[in-house]
């Protein structure tokens, strides 16, 4: 059996150096986004390149050319496109709207041919040669992943990621460990305190409030802006064209170019927002409400929010596959009246526009929050449930703002949460932002 997990370490880059790690991710990317353009056919999915060998013999040469990267890493660009073209195929014929997949996440993809992993730094190729970064560790590694696994001689580096955090100005090493176990060690090995380290994030898009809430708490777009922006888009629509009931029948193929590029880029924007909230916490699993049939259960004023909610699941499983991020959806049943907090789902705990308040243990928190936990909790269950293989110690965790909450074994999850105190379970500082802002 083969155990997997990833650590999340810090890296010292001398200050001379840093540049060439920026560049060598901006080819990189470069390289994803060619590949990806070539590998997507637009007026059908049938004709989309979903083989690497095809793309690479198509593309290899010319990326080699035209970038500073050595071949392993122009390869590793290209393999990453064609999986996120071949995850957009898939989707596509789950009967979703897909896009071309676009990278702009700063994330570059090593393995054990372009850079050499060892216990206390790496040693990265870049496009001016190779980077020494020490990893940064702090003083007592007992009992946390980077002592367990990082520093642990029996697990052994993968193919890792080098990600750079803006807001911290820091990089990042995702190390992938993994250690083979023989069959009569597995017993122990399900003691194994990390085990999995599976994380699960949960999101609650909304139609007015804030667009999208985090299970950790991140508030992130206002939806009620962008419906006054989408208003004011319908009104230059209305006076360029006939206006009564048509206007009521609006759909999104209607809209205009400029309309359409600039949702795209909020929902783009969002998308990022989300998975940087996943990077944070070390998600590996986003978990939204499920978006099928969505559609037939609103007004058509609310086709547009449908369409958005689609548009950005999908930005985010093509964001998130490119960093090793599942995206998964779950039942929307009673995630807004269940208390996040004792699991109590009253007839009485309809929460009011913003504000959810239970009528049994008195919890009170942003409804959507709540929501957004509820929608974590879900998938950890699910994902919990359809462990195949009870022995293999996978435990797995929501994502909340008072840290990480483990599902084991019986599922007593509500208790664990009152254990946890309501006095830190406090939404982060809310981080309103309008699209404008951000450009
Ligand atoms: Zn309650």
Same mark, same amino acid.
Not at 220 to 235: G, M, P, Q, T, W
């Given at each position: 059996?083969? %155990?997997?997990?990833?650590?999340?370490?810090?890296?010292? =880059?001398?200050? !001379?150096?840093?540049?060439?790690?920026?560049?060598?991710?901006?080819?990189?990317?470069?390289?994803?986004?060619?590949?990806?353009?070539?590998?997507?056919?637009? @007026?059908?999915?049938?004709?989309? =390149?979903? @083989?690497?060998?095809?793309?690479?013999?198509?593309?290899?040469?010319?990326?080699?050319?035209?970038?500073?990267?050595?071949?392993?890493? %122009?390869?590793?660009?290209?393999?990453?496109?064609?999986?996120?073209?071949? /995850?957009? #195929?898939?989707?596509?014929?789950?009967?979703?709207?897909?896009?071309?997949?676009?990278?702009?996440?700063?994330?570059?993809?090593?393995?054990?041919?372009?850079?050499?992993?060892?216990?206390?730094?790496?040693?990265?190729?870049? #496009?001016?040669?190779? #980077?020494?970064?020490?990893?940064?560790?702090?003083?007592?590694?007992?009992?946390?992943?980077?002592?367990?696994?990082?520093?642990?001689?029996?697990?052994?580096?993968?193919?890792?990621?080098?990600?750079?955090?803006?807001?911290?100005?820091?990089?990042?090493?995702?190390?992938?460990?993994?250690?083979?176990?023989?069959?009569?060690?597995?017993?122990?090995?399900?003691?194994?305190?990390?085990?999995?380290?599976l994380?699960v994030?949960g999101?609650?898009?909304? #139609?007015?409030?804030?667009?999208?809430?985090?299970?950790?708490?991140?508030?992130?777009?206002?939806?009620?802006?962008?419906?006054?922006?989408?208003?004011?888009?319908?009104?230059?629509?209305?006076?360029?064209?006939?206006?009564?009931?048509?206007?009521?029948?609006?759909? %999104?193929?209607?809209?205009?170019?400029?309309?359409?590029?600039?949702?795209?880029?909020?929902? &783009?924007?969002?998308?990022?927002?989300?998975?940087?909230?996943?990077?944070? =916490?070390?998600?590996?699993h %986003?978990a939204?409400?499920n978006?099928?049939?969505?559609?037939?259960?609103?007004?058509?004023?609310?086709?547009?929010?449908?369409?958005?909610?689609? !548009?950005?699941?999908?930005?985010?499983?093509?964001?998130?596959?490119?960093?090793?991020?599942a995206?998964e959806q779950v039942s929307?049943?009673?995630?807004? !009246?269940?208390?996040?907090?004792?699991?109590?789902?009253?007839?009485?705990?309809?929460?009011?526009? &913003?504000?959810?308040?239970?009528?049994?243990?008195?919890?009170?928190?942003?409804?959507?929050?709540?929501?957004?936990?509820?929608i974590a909790r879900k998938l950890a269950k699910r994902l919990h449930s359809e462990q195949?293989? $009870? /022995?293999?110690?996978?435990?797995y965790?929501l994502?909340?703002?008072?840290?990480?909450?483990?599902l084991?074994?019986?599922f007593?999850?509500?208790?664990?949460? /009152?254990?946890?105190?309501?006095?830190?379970?406090? $939404?982060? $500082?809310?981080?309103?932002?309008? /699209?404008?802002?951000?450009?």
């Open positions: 059996m083969e %155990v997997i997990r990833t650590v999340k370490v810090k890296l010292d =880059v001398p200050e !001379q150096r840093r540049d060439a790690l920026h560049q060598t991710a901006d080819q990189f990317r470069y390289c994803a986004n060619q590949t990806s353009e070539w590998a997507w056919r637009d @007026s059908s999915n049938e004709y989309c =390149v979903t @083989s690497k060998a095809k793309a690479e013999d198509a593309l290899y040469d010319r990326l080699r050319e035209e970038t500073d990267l050595t071949a392993n890493l %122009v390869q590793k660009g290209i393999r990453r496109a064609v999986e996120a073209v071949k /995850s957009g #195929v898939k989707a596509w014929e789950r009967g979703d709207r897909t896009s071309q997949p676009h990278f702009d996440s700063w994330s570059v993809v090593y393995d054990k041919r372009s850079a050499t992993f060892y216990r206390d730094h790496v040693s990265l190729s870049t #496009v001016d040669g190779r #980077v020494e970064c020490e990893y940064v560790l702090p003083d007592n590694t007992d009992g946390t992943p980077i002592g367990d696994y990082l520093l642990n001689e029996d697990f052994e580096f993968r193919m890792s990621t080098l990600q750079y955090d803006r807001f911290e100005d820091v990089f990042y090493l995702h190390a992938r460990m993994k250690r083979t176990i023989a069959d009569n060690e597995e017993k122990r090995s399900s003691s194994d305190t990390h085990s999995e380290n994380t994030l999101v609650d898009l909304n #139609v007015d409030g804030y667009f999208a809430v985090t299970s950790t708490g991140a508030f992130i777009e206002s939806a009620d802006y962008l419906n006054h922006r989408r208003r004011e888009f319908e009104k230059t629509r209305g006076s360029l064209q006939d206006t009564g009931t048509r206007s009521a029948h609006l759909t %999104v193929q209607q809209m205009s170019d400029r309309e359409h590029r600039w949702i795209q880029d909020v929902l &783009h924007s969002v998308a990022n927002d989300i998975l940087r909230e996943a990077r944070r =916490v070390d998600a590996t %986003v939204f409400e978006l099928t049939g969505i559609r037939d259960r609103m007004a058509d004023a609310r086709r547009f929010h449908a369409w958005a909610f689609r !548009q950005l699941y999908e930005y985010v499983e093509y964001k998130g596959e490119a960093e090793g991020v995206v929307p049943a009673y995630t807004s !009246q269940r208390c996040s907090k004792c699991g109590c789902t009253l007839e009485e705990n309809r929460p009011s526009k &913003h504000k959810f308040c239970c009528q049994k243990c008195g919890y009170e928190l942003n409804a959507d929050y709540n929501a957004s936990k509820n195949t293989s $009870p /022995s293999g110690g996978a435990t965790q994502a909340l703002t008072s840290g990480m909450l483990n084991n074994g019986d007593h999850a509500s208790d664990r949460v /009152s254990a946890e105190g309501e006095s830190t379970d406090k $939404p982060l $500082p809310q981080r309103a932002r309008s /699209s404008d802002q951000a450009k």
